[in-house]
């Protein structure tokens, strides 16, 4: 069957791929169509021709699939923010599970990927601690001010976000408010707004992890849902098997987040981070709370553990948290020349995170458990802790 643009077909949605976009088949055809749940029956215009596949819009739904559910936000399928919300919490959980397996199998080329059940959030609504809003002028003279849209060109103008922790929203009713009845900026502008956190914030934000409250930059980074971050530290500290004598080594460590609970637990821990500012508030943090085992460096990745390694500094555990664009292959090399016991990988995409476990179990690292945590309901992204051992 010839497929033309805006030809409408009827079509069964077999799964839901990483990034969170449908997929069918008309014919020999993949298609992939947004806003869609496993089991649905949709008529599909097609939208987009690519050589080994298509891309659909849903025209209607022919058949609903038990996995739907009604999206709680009004935004939600225009807003970029989410793509999951017509999706039930549980089968959120099963789907993102089954995306880590076949990131594995695909770009890690590894059989069988040892993924273990993935840790669901405990909220699934008004988790997120930190939203980066944006403020543009509109042609009518008004003030839009939200997030941006699922096309990425322009901002949609929200009243509240339902997955945003509710002093957010608070603090962005009061910012709207008063740039839509003052003077509003003449250019686009972004607002940075933390969770029980007065904006704008001066510099540094306390977080409060489990009984530690750790200073970070305002404008740094930090992990982002505020029920789960504590999980996520304790199932990373015990994955990496610390022992009294271990000496680790904690890159892309931000503002000290794993260092400090890693830091009691092992002989020593030697953080390492790009930024100037999270170096000194890591710093900062391990004073405040008499920590003495652990130092912290200011510095690209990739140099940094290339000078460690010219001086044959034991290490026992490689803990990466990297951004997620992933490590370099020097960053790689460099971490194997460290000839470490074990490597324990954190990241928020699978794919780059795949790709480089590639290259670790190449040099001779065997991939032993691949733990997922719901840091971001709703939305297609995906934490996993990796755990490789030499």
Not at 71 to 91: K, W
Request: contains cysteine; neutral net charge.
């Amino acid at each position: 069957m010839e497929i033309q643009k805006g030809k409408i077909v009827e079509l069964t949605i077999e799964s839901v791929a990483f990034g969170g976009t449908g997929v069918g088949r008309v014919g020999p055809m993949v298609v992939f169509v947004p806003f869609t749940a496993s089991g649905d029956v949709v008529e599909t215009r097609i939208v987009e021709l690519k050589k080994t596949f298509l891309i659909g819009e849903v025209v209607t739904i022919r058949s609903a699939s038990e996995e739907r559910t009604e999206p709680l936000c009004p935004y939600f399928s225009v807003c970029g923010g989410c793509q999951y919300q017509h999706i039930r919490y549980e089968a959120q959980l099963k789907t993102k599970e089954r995306q880590v397996g076949e990131a594995f199998e695909r770009i890690g080329k590894i059989s069988d990927p040892p993924v273990k059940g993935i840790i669901p959030s405990p909220l699934s609504f008004g988790y997120r601690g930190k939203a980066e809003f944006h403020g543009i002028p509109a042609p009518d003279g008004t003030f839009h001010m939200g997030f941006m849209d699922t096309e990425g060109g322009r901002v949609v103008d929200i009243e509240r976000c339902p997955i945003l922790e509710d002093s957010i929203n608070s603090q962005f009713a009061t910012i709207k408010k008063r740039l839509t009845s003052g003077k509003a900026p003449s250019r686009r502008t972004r607002y940075i707004v933390w969770s029980d956190s007065a904006y704008p914030a001066e510099g540094f934000v306390t977080r409060q992890v489990g009984d530690k409250a750790l200073t970070v930059p305002a404008g740094g980074f930090f992990q982002g849902n505020v029920s789960l971050t504590e999980t996520l530290v304790e199932r990373t500290i015990h994955i990496c098997d610390p022992k009294e004598s271990d000496r680790v080594l904690d890159a892309c460590c931000g503002s000290g987040l794993f260092s400090i609970f890693m830091a009691p637990k092992v002989r020593e821990v030697i953080g390492i981070e790009i930024s100037g500012s999270s170096v000194r508030c890591a710093t900062q943090n391990a004073e405040k709370l008499g920590i003495t085992n652990v130092s912290f460096q200011r510095g690209d990745i990739e140099k940094v553990l290339s000078g460690i390694a010219a001086q044959k500094t034991r290490i026992d555990t490689v803990l990466l948290d990297p951004p997620r664009t992933g490590c370099t292959e020097g960053s790689i090399d460099a971490i194997n020349s460290l000839q470490p016991r074990r490597v324990v990988y954190v990241s928020c995409n699978p794919t780059t995170q795949a790709r480089d476990i590639r290259h670790f179990t190449e040099k001779g690292f065997h991939l032993e458990l691949l733990q997922p945590v719901d840091m971001f309901p709703q939305t297609q992204h995906i934490e996993v802790i990796a755990s490789l051992v030499r």
